[in-house]
């Protein structure tokens, strides 16, 4: 005996969820620059996760009888002063920059959530941690950066924690404020008065509201961590020379950059596509995550 088929209004409802269903054409058409972002940030992660296998030497092979060479089929992007193959590290420098952008995005966030909620939520401390928040993005974040660096010293760990130190300022305020409008809210007036806790509320209410600008701005956050970085050890002052990373590469090359322009070009494109990725993915959620702007 088989089943018998659904008819009438019960089969136009069970049928409605998949003719809904976001199919991967639609999504591409929806969002373009969401979907550019995603493949080239995807290809990034793969060249990071899988570099032992993509690169073709040991990216600190010294090899003097293969110095400055032109890109060619033994060594794709050339090499550097002292022989080292830069495509190989190029392909390990993707490791370094992507442990820093989404370290910095997730600590920052994490640590600028919890002060935004404390400072939007109590009338007493509000003011006295705005006014740190203030003082710490009175300075350049990449003055910070280089502070702190000169104190805790070069290594990928203390790049990670000078970064974050001068990115949570921007979360604190951004939650702060978010959290201000939300506190106005008639669905949170209605729970502060049922005797609903704090604690409760922030869980409900407060932050799944404030989950998508949040998101949005630790996408700008990872992409600028990327920058301050390549920054960083381009001057000398980020991740110790013999550890591969796209700013190392660069200020290797940068006194041939006029004769031997490929020691420097290819990193900084790298870093270029990499950083625009993230930018494209943090422009595309906040055009998905915005009801103002969903047909």
Same mark, same amino acid.
């Given at each position: ?26 999504? +591409? ?10 493949? +080239? +940030? ?74 935004? &909620? ?80 704090? &604690? ?6 407060? &932050? ?88």
């Amino acid at each position: 005996m088989t089943p018998m088929q659904k008819t009438g209004p019960d089969a136009a409802l069970s049928a409605a969820p998949a003719s809904k269903r976001l199919r991967p054409g639609r999504f +591409l058409r929806r969002w373009p620059a969401l979907s550019l972002g995603l493949v +080239l +940030l995807a290809l990034a992660c793969v060249m990071a996760v899988f570099a032992p296998l993509l690169a073709t030497h040991d990216p600190q092979a010294l090899d003097a009888t293969q110095r400055l060479k032109p890109p060619s089929a033994e060594a794709w992007f050339g090499t550097d002063m002292m022989g080292r193959d830069v495509y190989s590290r190029v392909i390990y420098g993707a490791r370094v920059s992507l442990v820093v952008g989404f370290g910095v995005a997730v600590l920052a966030t994490a640590a600028g959530m919890a002060i935004g &909620l404390v400072a939007g939520f109590s009338r007493l401390l509000d003011s006295i941690i705005m006014r740190i928040m203030d003082g710490l993005m009175a300075i350049p974040s990449i003055l910070l950066a280089i502070a702190f660096m000169a104190m805790l010293g070069s290594s990928v760990v203390n790049v990670i924690v000078a970064v974050t130190i001068s990115e949570i300022p921007r979360v604190a305020r951004l939650v702060r404020s978010t959290v201000l409008s939300l506190r106005e809210q008639t669905y949170v007036e209605a729970a502060i008065t049922s005797g609903a806790s704090t &604690l409760r509320i922030i869980w409900r209410h407060i &932050l799944p509201n404030a989950m998508p600008p949040v998101l949005v701005q630790a996408t700008y956050i990872c992409a600028s961590a990327m920058v301050i970085e390549a920054i960083l050890s381009f001057i000398g002052a980020g991740t110790p020379p013999d550890i591969p990373s796209w700013g190392n590469i660069m200020t290797e090359g940068r006194a041939l950059w006029q004769v031997k322009p490929h020691i420097v070009a290819f990193p900084a494109v790298v870093l270029s596509l990499t950083v625009l990725a993230v930018n494209l993915v943090g422009d595309g959620l906040r055009d998905m995550l915005d009801p103002r702007r969903k047909s």
